[in-house]
């Protein structure tokens, strides 16, 4: 009771502050406020924002331990898992910020891309939910949500460049405006954090003592720490492709056949701890980030020659899940550094999805008004979704050659 008291004092005073001497006869009337839904893979995450970006409250249910369990996303399980919590999470959102749903201006809802079977449930409930109450609703772009995060936590102008990384996604587009970008690079194939969680269930990381409650990658990142990546020098993929798409099932299959020697080597079967798991876990890391810092730093280079990043203060912003590793951010540092940007990247737990960045993509889409619907209107889910104007073409046309950088990293 007291708790709730605080936070609509709270309230009240950061509208007086905005409004001078209006009355407050209700929290929607001072601040618009967005209710905000992600179920686009394995993370069930509503939060209510005001138009400050202020989190008023928010509630996550994650699928990591039961996902463990299965060695994967099983998308029936995700699905049925999102079902059965959805509508728990939305309230426990609501109720720790104080809102009814007659308070809120809008809602706002992932529906592309990620898992069709984990999208349709948020946007099920979305619809329906918007109906009853009769509210507005936002369809978002996911990898929209991920770039625009950071102008939740700090003052940052467009245009920038963004590196999005996470298990399902790998791409590098200058951000324009909210639902302005020019997309530079993709993956070709999988992302960096599905091919660390292969790679972690190849090793059967699962059952190293430190390792039985982390995600693949996490495992990956703890491992590599007291590992040796000289040990095993991966080649880096894409060497002679001078644009900025990304491939990694390559790299994945040449850590597969190295794992596959080493177990004939030490005589052990496939499900077995190698006594050189470290070394492998820290080769893997080191090109992975490799793979990243290169086709980024070509990517600030297309940007400068073409003018399309603010010559005052040239910002690159790291996000998704896989932006929460910490060798990967010293990687991107050191491309930062050599070429006169500044990295920016949001703490670990807006990295990874949740209810919070969708609530404020759904914030500065309301400010401007764009993408705004009526209840009524029916949306659909999208799987695959691009994000922005495609100019990868442009970018492998302009070849450009990078300098030698030394990625000496430290563990």
């Known amino acids: 009771m007291f708790y709730t008291q605080v936070k609509?004092?709270?309230?009240?005073?950061?509208?007086?502050?905005?409004?001078?001497?209006?009355?407050?006869?209700?929290?929607?009337?001072?601040?618009?406020?967005?209710?905000?839904?992600?179920?686009?893979?394995?993370?069930?995450?509503?939060?209510?924002?005001?138009?400050?970006?202020?989190?008023?409250?928010?509630?996550?249910?994650?699928?990591?331990?039961?996902?463990?369990?299965t060695g994967g996303i099983i998308p029936t399980v995700a699905q049925q898992l999102h079902r059965e919590n959805i509508e728990r999470v939305v309230q426990e959102a609501l109720e720790r910020s104080s809102v009814t749903p007659s308070q809120l201006s809008a809602v706002a809802t992932t529906v592309k891309p990620g898992l069709a079977l984990s999208l349709s449930i948020g946007l099920e409930f979305s619809q329906r939910f918007v109906r009853k109450h009769n509210k507005p609703f936002i369809p978002i772009h996911h990898m929209e949500a991920h770039a625009l995060t950071i102008r939740m936590l700090q003052p940052l102008s467009f245009p920038f460049l963004v590196l999005l990384i996470s298990g399902g996604h790998s791409l590098l587009a200058v951000a324009r405006g909210i639902d302005d970008f020019l997309l530079l690079g993709h993956t070709l194939d999988e992302a960096p954090g599905d091919t660390l969680d292969k790679v972690a269930r190849r090793l059967s990381l699962i059952k190293h003592p430190q390792c039985s409650?982390?995600?693949?990658?996490?495992?990956?990142?703890?491992?590599?720490?007291?590992?040796?990546?000289?040990?095993?020098?991966?080649?880096?993929?894409?060497?002679?492709?001078?644009?900025c798409c990304f491939s990694f099932a390559g790299l994945r299959n040449q850590i597969t056949m190295t794992i596959m020697k080493k177990?004939?080597?030490?005589?052990?079967?496939?499900?077995?701890?190698?006594?050189?798991?470290?070394?492998?876990?820290?080769?893997?890391?080191?090109?992975?980030?490799?793979?990243?810092?290169?086709?980024?730093?070509?990517?600030?280079?297309?940007?400068?020659?073409?003018?399309?990043?603010?010559?005052?203060?040239?910002?690159?912003?790291?996000?998704?899940?896989?932006?929460?590793?910490?060798?990967?951010?010293?990687?991107?540092?050191?491309?930062?550094?050599?070429?006169?940007?500044?990295l920016l990247c949001p703490p670990a737990?807006?990295?990874?999805?949740?209810?919070?960045?969708?609530?404020?993509?759904?914030?500065?889409?309301?400010?401007?008004?764009?993408?705004?619907?009526?209840?009524?209107?029916?949306?659909?889910?999208?799987?695959?979704?691009?994000?922005?104007?495609?100019?990868?073409?442009?970018?492998r046309a302009a070849a450009i050659r990078l300098p030698s950088v030394r990625m000496k990293i430290p563990n």
């Not at 929290?27 to 686009?40: D, N, Y």
């Not at 020098?233 to 002679?240: N, R």
């Not at 690159?316 to 929460?324: R, Y």
């Open 8 to 69: 609509i004092l709270q309230r009240f005073l950061r509208c007086k502050h905005t409004f001078g001497s209006t009355p407050l006869s209700g929290k929607a009337s001072c601040s618009k406020l967005v209710l905000g839904i992600e179920t686009s893979c394995d993370e069930t995450g509503a939060a209510v924002l005001d138009e400050t970006g202020a989190i008023l409250g928010e509630s996550l249910h994650s699928q990591k331990e039961v996902h463990l369990r």
């Open 213 to 243: 409650a982390l995600s693949g990658g996490q495992a990956i990142e703890l491992l590599a720490k007291d590992g040796d990546r000289m040990k095993f020098p991966f080649k880096t993929p894409m060497g002679h492709t001078f644009d």
């Open 263 to 342: 177990e004939a080597e030490e005589g052990v079967e496939e499900g077995t701890l190698l006594a050189c798991v470290n070394d492998i876990a820290a080769a893997a890391q080191h090109t992975v980030a490799s793979h990243l810092a290169k086709r980024t730093h070509r990517a600030i280079l297309f940007c400068k020659a073409n003018g399309l990043l603010s010559s005052n203060s040239p910002t690159l912003v790291l996000s998704g899940g896989v932006a929460s590793n910490q060798y990967i951010r010293k990687a991107l540092t050191i491309i930062t550094e050599t070429t006169g940007l500044h």
């Open 349 to 395: 737990k807006f990295c990874t999805d949740n209810g919070v960045m969708i609530a404020w993509n759904g914030v500065e889409r309301l400010r401007e008004g764009k993408g705004i619907l009526p209840p009524n209107v029916n949306v659909n889910y999208e799987p695959k979704a691009p994000l922005g104007l495609d100019i990868s073409a442009e970018v």
